[in-house]
């Protein structure tokens, strides 16, 4: 009768057969790297400094994954083909979002997130107040 032995992930990965040199690498960048990243995603508010930078960052990861330097100069669809990254992180968050906002349509009015998405807030802002709390004297 022969025992079962445990495997890592790791030795479950390097028996598997592999076409692609940078498989195992895309497997854990994927796992680790983009399911950290894209927690809580959906409720973000992501402006185009912060587009730009996570676009950035990406490529660098990215970059880092298949061995090559900027002074390769290649493009960085050239690179996404290659590592056969279809979409980008900006545009997953975007699915995520427009996925949460679905969910929060189809809710109950009666619940929380439906509120929320449903309030108007009504008269405008006190811009006097502002101006005051700004121009309060700190000393640190």
Known sequence: MRICH??????????????????????MYEIFVISVLLCGAECWTVRKVDERRIFTAEMGWLRKLGGINKRQQKKNEDIRTELNQRETLVQEIERRRLLWFGHVKRMDNSRLPAKALETMVIGNRNKD????????DRKY
Do not use: G, L, S
Request: glycine residues 0%; neutral net charge.
């Open 6 to 27: 445990f495997r890592t992930p790791e030795q479950n990965m390097a028996r598997q057969p592999r076409d692609d040199p940078n498989a195992a690498r895309i497997t």
């Open 129 to 136: 107040t502002c101006q005051t709390e700004e121009k309060v």
